[in-house]
């Protein structure tokens, strides 16, 4: 059992982040060394001198690059594991702030620049921590794969603005690389805190809820309470709703019957995990199957439709995605998740479903659970407009 253990941790793409872990030293030792002054001649190490930043900003954009690489190895040999998920964030942070504490240490760049980003990503590791207790996951944001992105090429800029003889060569011109890298620098800074901003945007509903001791009971609350306002909403409006489920396989039937009286308003739920219930319950042509697969808008959307039909509904949601751990590819990675939503029209006829796309992070667990909230936040946005939500097709 304990090889089959390193071997599912030994992976490529593990590998790939270990080593750049590994050549972080390596990298400081160049920039930073009086390496140069180790050969004995004179002319060669007035050369090596010169070449020393541009070969430190090789080595760094060569060690950046590897984070594209060991991603790209997870995605395409369904390689994801948990050891890569904790050591592929911190394999950047290491190597982004070794780059900016060596840039302190030769004087081309304040303190206060390493200090803001520094602080960015303790508040943002502490606040996922946080929210990852109460049993919620914080997907990586895009600002803050922007936000990398700005401040690795504001460090190559900043490492080849250091060559003294650079700057004596390049004589006024000089001037265009130095504003220009400030520049950049600052755009650096400006999306670390809106990537800030945008992390606590996304938890400020889990940072609401009354604290409670370990994960579970936080997500009953805020699943309860999405559960209970749908129920509250149906009943007012005298609506009856179903569900058609396959990658949630009934949590969202669990968390509405949860509730005393769900039996009032809920008539009940379709949990299709196979394409042949797809097909005979639900109604989903086999030529939908067939082009677009089970994990597609136009399933989703059949899957609703066929819902109201069978269940006698007036809403129905459905569900169809990859919770992993297995089972995802480039153009559909574990965590994605298709949600639909059917309404009947006003003559009791089914109106034309919508569904929306999310790409979900975490464990298996986590991923049904965002999907299953995620279905009742759009169960009850429809609920509230009471309008046909064919009008909002593709809003995600």
């Known amino acids: 059992m304990a090889t089959n253990s390193y071997k599912h941790i030994l992976t490529s793409a593990n590998i790939v982040t270990t080593i750049r872990i590994a050549l972080v030293p390596i990298f400081v030792v160049v920039l930073l060394a009086p390496w140069p002054t180790w050969f004995p001649f004179a002319g060669m190490q007035a050369t ?13 954009a060569l060690l950046a690059f590897t984070d594209s690489v060991d991603g790209y190895l997870a995605r395409s040999r369904n390689e994801v594991t948990t050891l890569g998920k904790f050591l592929d964030p911190l394999a950047d942070k290491i190597l982004v702030t070794a780059a900016l504490l060596a840039l302190v240490e030769l004087n081309e760049l304040p303190a206060w620049v390493v200090l803001v980003i520094i602080t960015r990503e303790f508040l943002v590791s502490g606040l996922r921590m946080v929210v990852s207790a109460e049993g919620h996951v914080i997907a990586a944001s895009i600002w803050g794969k922007i936000k990398t992105v700005a401040q690795i090429i504001a460090v190559i800029l900043f490492i080849i603005k250091s060559n003294p003889e650079l700057a004596a060569g390049m004589g006024g011109r000089y001037d265009i690389l130095y504003y220009g890298s400030w520049a950049v620098m600052v755009i650096a800074l ?72 769900a039996s009032e308003v809920f008539n009940g739920s379709i949990v299709s995990y196979s394409n042949e219930v797809k097909r005979e319950r639900l109604k989903v042509s086999a030529q939908t199957l067939r082009s677009y697969g ?41 965590g994605t998740v298709w949600i639909g939503v059917a309404c009947k029209r006003a ?17 298996r667990e986590q991923i049904r ?28």
């Open 48 to 60: 090596l001198e010169f070449l020393k930043p541009w070969l430190a900003a090789a080595v760094f």
């Open 190 to 261: 400006l999306l670390t805190l809106f990537s800030m901003a945008d992390y606590f945007y996304l938890a400020s509903k889990v940072l609401a809820l009354p604290l409670k001791k370990g994960a579970k009971p936080a997500v009953q609350t805020q699943s309860s309470s999405l559960a209970d306002e749908v129920l509250a909403e149906a009943q007012a409006r005298g609506l009856k709703l179903g569900t058609a489920e396959s990658c949630t396989g009934g949590l969202i039937a669990k968390r509405l019957t949860d509730i005393p009286g």
């Open 294 to 334: 089970a994990v597609s808008e136009e399933t989703a959307r059949e899957m609703a439709t066929g819902a109201l039909a069978a269940l006698d509904a007036d809403f129905a949601v459905s569900t169809t995605g990859i919770a992993g751990p297995g089972g995802g590819s480039n153009d559909k990675p574990v």
């Open 347 to 363: 003559d009791g006829s089914s109106a034309e479903a919508v569904a929306t796309l999310s790409v979900f992070g975490g464990s």
């Open 369 to 396: 659970s965002q999907a299953a909230d995620e279905a009742l936040r759009l169960l009850l946005r429809y609920l509230k407009d009471l309008s046909h939500p064919q009008g909002s097709r593709g809003d995600a």
